[in-house]
Nanobody
Framework: QVQLVESGGGLVQAGGSLRLSCAASGRTFSVYHMGWFRQAPGKEREFVAAVRWSSGNTYYADSVKGRFTISRDNAKNTMYLMMNSLKPDDAAVYYC??????????????????WGQGTQVTVSS
């Protein structure tokens, strides 16, 4: 099992920045990739960004490319999401996730077995 705990959510004005963190514990050696997903009220949970734990290769949803940066610190077993130029459409509960099965492109929530509890991001216009 892998346990995930997110932090860093909050309220920010449009155009502002936030950094989310996700601390992993447990069988972290089994993790191939980690990612961020988000879910707004009444909408499906959607992919935001992912990172390969060993290589550091990254993947982004088109809606956040150029504004968000995903990174990881292997020594701390922690993943980050730096969110810049936030828009009201970015407001959602953000979830951290981890997958222990290798996929060529880990963009789907079905490719992740472990999930955090979520952290709220609110963007005021």
């Amino acid at each position: 099992q892998v346990q995930l705990v997110e932090s860093g959510g909050g309220l920010v004005q449009a155009g502002g920045s936030l950094r989310l963190s996700c601390a992993a514990s447990g069988r972290t050696f089994s993790v191939y990739h980690m990612g961020w997903f988000r879910q707004a009220p009444g909408k499906e949970r959607e992919f935001v960004a992912a990172v390969r734990w060993s290589s550091g290769n990254t993947y982004y949803a088109d809606s956040v490319k150029g504004r968000f940066t995903i990174s990881r610190d292997n020594a701390k077993n922690t993943m980050y999401l730096m969110m810049n130029s936030l828009k009201p459409d970015d407001a959602a509960v953000y979830y951290c996730a981890a997958g222990s099965v290798w996929y060529q492109t880990p963009l789907s929530k079905q490719q992740y077995e472990f999930w955090g509890q979520g952290t709220q991001v609110t963007v005021s216009s």
